[in-house]
């Protein structure tokens, strides 16, 4: 994992993984996938924690996607997978931690 990321129930955060170590030469990122899966079960929970709007994007060597939602306590495994215009896949993921401060 990349990272842990807090936030609180309510809030809608804009966050990013930038994939630039692995890139080669001038080869661009399209984006594959960003899903959310809760730590504790492992049930899917994309359609609740990664926001639809504005949807995730590539700019650079960065996929960006907002998060939302969430109940205070739970921690949700967010991965993030591209591909590049060379034929490379990449894979990350971080967690993030619902807390009510």
Do not use: C, W
């Amino acid at each position: 994992m990349i990272g842990n990321v807090i936030k609180q129930p309510y809030e809608e955060i804009d966050l990013s993984v930038d994939f630039a170590a692995g890139l080669s030469g001038s080869e661009t990122l399209s984006l594959d996938s960003v899903k959310a899966y809760n730590f504790q079960t492992g049930n899917e929970t994309t359609t609740t924690i990664i926001a639809t709007s504005p949807p995730p994007s590539i700019s650079g060597s960065k996929a960006q996607f907002r998060v939302k939602a969430g109940t205070t306590g739970e921690n949700h495994k967010i991965t993030v997978r591209v591909g590049t215009s060379g034929g490379q896949k990449f894979e990350a993921d971080l967690l993030l931690t619902i807390r009510e401060d």
